[in-house]
């Protein structure tokens, strides 16, 4: 039972670096989500997708980008990554609509330098 | 847009104490709540969803209730042990519209319970 998984868990960049965070679901769920969690500021939400092929910004997205490749997995980019983008990013999904339970991957720790 | 508050930012109990752990939310048209359990450098894990038209829902030693017209809810962990010791995060709805399941998180609660 995979759940949520999250590639890397790990990486440290360099500032002005890109990298992609990969995310995948095998719970065959509409709805995928990524938050970044930050000391003292709890998780805030960075970009969701609804349904396949759609996106949209949630509290945070300046700096990210993010792609819903198809059903399973939906991609966070930082294209020039920056000290303030030092996270824990985590992938969440969950069925559509009103009233569903979500679920998370194991996170990914991300440090700029 | 919706706010989520707990309270206290930690809480250490000797082993077999319940725990009561709180969670305050400033819209009260939600469609539900979820707490969840987070250990040191890992994922966050599910632990009860409650939806709006329930008043509580258990699973084993835990029960959470919900209380939308007071704008709380309260997850009890019976007979503590040292295994519960995590941070125990609720989260609730964004936006009272919102079916896509975009939560707003509080800042946690973390417990240790001692043996």
């Known amino acids: 039972n995979a759940g949520v998984t999250q590639t890397p868990k790990f990486q440290v960049l360099k500032t002005g670096q890109s990298m992609t965070l990969q995310c995948a679901q095998d719970?065959?769920?509409?709805?995928m989500y990524w938050y970044r969690q930050d000391p003292g500021m709890g998780l805030r939400l960075i970009y969701y997708?609804?349904?396949?092929?759609?996106?949209d910004k949630g509290e945070v997205p300046n700096g990210y980008n993010v792609s819903r490749l198809n059903k399973r997995e939906f991609s966070l980019r930082l294209e020039s990554a920056a000290p303030s983008q030092t996270s824990v990013y985590f992938c969440?999904?969950?069925?559509?609509?009103?009233?569903?339970?979500?679920?998370f991957g194991q996170g990914t720790r991300l440090t700029v330098v | 847009k919706q706010e989520v508050t707990q309270i206290p930012a930690a809480l250490s109990v000797p082993e077999g104490e319940n725990l009561v752990l709180n969670c305050s939310f400033t819209d009260s048209a939600i469609y539900n709540l979820q707490w969840f359990r987070q250990d040191p450098g890992k994922g966050l894990t599910s632990l009860l969803l409650i939806q709006s038209s329930q008043r509580e829902q258990t699973s084993g030693r835990l029960n959470a209730s919900l209380d939308k017209s007071s704008g709380r809810s309260t997850l009890y962990i019976a007979a503590s042990q040292p295994g519960d010791s995590a941070t125990y995060l609720c989260a609730a709805p964004l936006g009272t519209t919102d079916s896509w399941g975009k939560l707003q998180f509080g800042a946690g609660t973390q417990v240790v319970v001692t043996p």
């Open positions: 969440a999904s969950s069925e559509q609509g009103a009233g569903t339970e979500a679920f």
């Open positions: 719970m065959n769920h509409n709805s």
């Open positions: 997708s609804a349904s396949e092929g759609t996106t």
